[in-house]
């Protein structure tokens, strides 16, 4: 009778174990609190179901999430310190940015997983799956990223955003930034060398004392980029935004500005010959005596820039004086209140709509038909006026009528004048 006994105690115990009421190890309250609040420090959240979860910038600090799933889950910037992560599925999940230092991450599954930026200063990695070269889209993204003994890493930066990120020195030696943003990054003395920078976006960039040797640009953006011997370049700038630049050293021959933002910029005397500037907005853009010979403007914006002063309303005119627009396409064009004068037009002649304050000091003037233009103001000092046409010309005191604009007269000082044609022409103060 005793022996049948002892033969039946491991059959209740299964039974006892099969029939008992199955316990989550996690707390409910705890986990209805996170997801509610996104606040849960030190909570019990162990082995909870959490897979694609919602928990950008939860404060996670010291919580319990031992064996938890939360594959796909958004921990977008989440604050993780000291949180136990042991044995977790964090397979694909968004760890962009998230704080993870002292956290324990041993035996948790990290494949696939966007750790971008995120900082595992002091995490413990031991066993933890987290593949970076497995080639089939199972690799952890680890960009930016600040590993366990306090280094940055660039591992899978490949169409990443690291714009405006500070980059000095950072050693990238043939890693691969395929199409990634480095828009603004300080790169300022980085290894580059045999990195794959293809594609990516270094616009407004700073590479000064970086190390390029057999770097890959190929159609990279090097828009206003510094350059490692400190230059400044400008190209494939297409849809930029150069506005209020001061480009007066920029070689811009035959670049691409299609689309760009133009307004207000300084592009005196630049060469812009053989541009593509189609659609590109260049009101109020300071263009005299920049070569356009061949450029192509077709739909390009050179009308006036509006803006308000203390006054009302100031435009400032887009100034294409002694420009050369030889041969430039300006179909469609906007070309309204833009200065013209002296301008070489597209058909070789020369333009002069509108000419006051010009400065065409010294300016071979010969025969010139200046009928009807507005000189107020202009400098004409000694030019060469022989023969030209000024009937009607309005050569008159300038009064802008706001204190942002100073009045002033037109000079005609050593100009020389013979057979000039000054019928009509309006010499008020001058």
């Not at 019990?44 to 796909?72: I, Y």
Request: proline content about 2%; glycine content about 10%; some cysteine.
């Amino acid at each position: 009778m005793i022996m049948k006994f002892y033969k039946l105690i491991p059959f209740v115990v299964f039974l006892s174990i099969v029939l008992a009421p199955q316990v989550s190890a996690f707390k409910q309250e705890d986990l209805d609190k996170l997801m509610s609040t996104k606040r849960c420090p030190k909570c019990d959240l162990s082995e909870a179901d959490l897979s694609e979860a919602n928990l950008s910038k939860a404060n996670l600090k010291g919580a319990d999430l031992k064996g938890s799933n939360l594959s796909k889950a958004n921990l977008r910037g989440a604050y993780l310190k000291g949180a136990d992560l042991k044995g977790s599925n964090l397979s694909k999940a968004n760890l962009r940015g998230a704080y993870l230092k002292g956290a324990d991450l041993s035996q948790a599954n990290l494949s696939g997983a966007n750790l971008h930026g995120a900082d595992l200063s002091q995490a413990n990695l031991q066993g933890a799956n987290l593949p970076v070269s497995a080639g089939d889209g199972d690799d952890a993204v680890l960009c930016h990223t600040t590993m366990p003994n306090g280094k940055r890493v660039y591992i899978n930066c490949r169409n990443a955003n690291l714009s405006r990120e500070n980059l000095t020195n950072a050693k990238l030696i043939g890693r691969d930034l395929r199409g990634s943003n480095l828009s603004k990054a300080n790169l300022k003395g980085a290894d580059l060398r045999r990195a794959n920078l293809s594609g990516a976006n270094l616009q407004g960039a700073d590479l000064s004392q970086a190390n390029l040797q057999g770097a890959n640009l190929d159609d990279a953006v090097l828009c206003r980029t510094t350059m490692p011997d400190g230059k400044r370049v400008y190209k494939n700038c297409r849809n930029a935004d150069l506005s209020g630049e001061n480009l007066t050293n920029a070689q811009l021959i035959g670049q691409d500005l299609r689309g760009s933002n133009l307004s207000t910029a300084n592009l005196k005397g630049v060469d812009l010959s053989g541009a593509k500037l189609s659609k590109a907005n260049l009101q109020g853009a300071k263009l005299i005596a920049a070569n356009l010979k061949g450029a192509d403007l077709s739909g390009a914006n050179l009308g006036a820039w509006s803006t308000f002063g203390n006054f009302g309303e100031i435009k400032i005119k887009t100034d294409l004086s002694q420009a050369n627009l030889q041969g430039a396409n300006l179909s469609g064009a906007n070309l309204d209140d833009a200065i013209l004068c002296h301008t070489i037009m597209p058909n070789g002649k020369r333009g002069y709509s509108s000419c006051i304050t010009a400065d065409l000091s010294g300016e071979n003037l010969i025969n010139a038909k200046l009928t009807g233009v507005d000189l107020r103001g202009s400098n004409l000092s000694a030019a060469i006026l022989k023969g030209a046409d000024l009937s009607g010309a309005n050569l008159s005191i300038y009064e802008s009528g706001t204190i942002e604009v100073r009045d002033s007269t037109t000079d005609l000082s050593q100009a020389n004048l013979s057979g000039a044609n000054l019928n009509g022409a309006n010499l008020k103060g001058v």
